[in-house]
């Protein structure tokens, strides 16, 4: 019960962190306006209105989930962990009673929630149909790609000395891991390089399902996304260990 409580304690410090920082919020805000605008914009040119083709589809839902799961975790995290570093809370909690265990579930446990949310509110403002097939698929990779998101999130917090530098190493993660699948299309270079992201798994997964295929997961999707939530928490594991948070 005790544990149960520390968590719980944990998860309602970055409750208020997260949702008293207006800059951070603004993300889920704008993955959903950038979904909705996009959808409303190709359906104007559209002639005679009607459905979006599957291809515009696929764009539209790729992009939202790619923007979601990426920026959202990242920087949400990353942030609130940047945040307690300049307030020097984070090592008050860290020599309290506060485990690593449930230090790290605390941190993930809204934003991992909130980008859940926002997977769910994609869809029908993609404009997607989706199959009944595909949303237990839908569900299981969009955890497992904002579980990792939010690890890697935790991963920049604790490299970054203060907001500001939380955002600049987010950067260069969003371009990679946002960027390089949105794109793919584009580039036989970039198509190749987005099936060895997680976040390459969604857009694989987001064309099938708007063109109204059922999508059936590979092994190289099952080991992208396995290898790669892997390495975050090892990685995690280690700077925590080393920077002296583990007691």
């Known amino acids: 019960m005790k544990n149960v409580h520390k968590f719980l304690a944990v998860t ?10 207006m800059t951070v919020m603004l993300g889920p805000v704008m993955t959903l306006g950038l979904v909705a605008g996009m959808r409303y914009l190709y359906g104007t040119n559209l002639a005679g209105g009607g459905e979006l083709p599957a291809a515009l589809m696929a764009i539209i839902l790729n992009m939202g989930l790619s923007f979601n799961v990426s920026m959202n975790g990242f920087l949400m995290v990353g942030t609130a962990i940047a945040e307690e570093k300049e307030k020097h809370t984070l090592r008050v909690l860290m020599t309290s009673s506060v485990t690593g265990i449930q230090y790290f579930w605390g941190t993930i446990c809204i934003p991992f ?7 769910v ?20 990779i969009t955890a497992l790609s904002g579980f990792t998101s939010c690890i890697i999130g935790m991963i920049v917090g604790i490299f970054a000395k203060n907001q500001m530098s939380a955002n600049l190493i987010a950067t260069p ?20 390089a987005s099936q060895f992201l997680f976040t390459g798994v969604l857009s694989a997964m987001a064309e099938r399902m708007a063109a109204g295929e059922v999508f059936r997961p590979g092994i190289l999707h099952i080991v992208v996304l396995a290898v790669q939530m892997a390495a975050a928490l090892a990685v995690f594991l280690l700077i925590y260990k080393r920077n002296g948070y583990e007691k």
């Open 12 to 21: 309602d410090i970055k409750f208020q962190t997260l949702f008293q920082n």
């Open 173 to 192: 993660l969003l371009f990679v891991f946002a960027l390089v699948p949105i794109f793919g299309n584009l580039s036989e270079g970039l198509a190749k």
């Open 113 to 119: 929630l909130m980008i859940m949310l926002i997977n």
């Open 121 to 140: 509110l994609i869809l029908p403002l993609s404009g997607c149909t989706v199959l009944p097939e595909n949303l237990p698929v839908y569900f299981i």
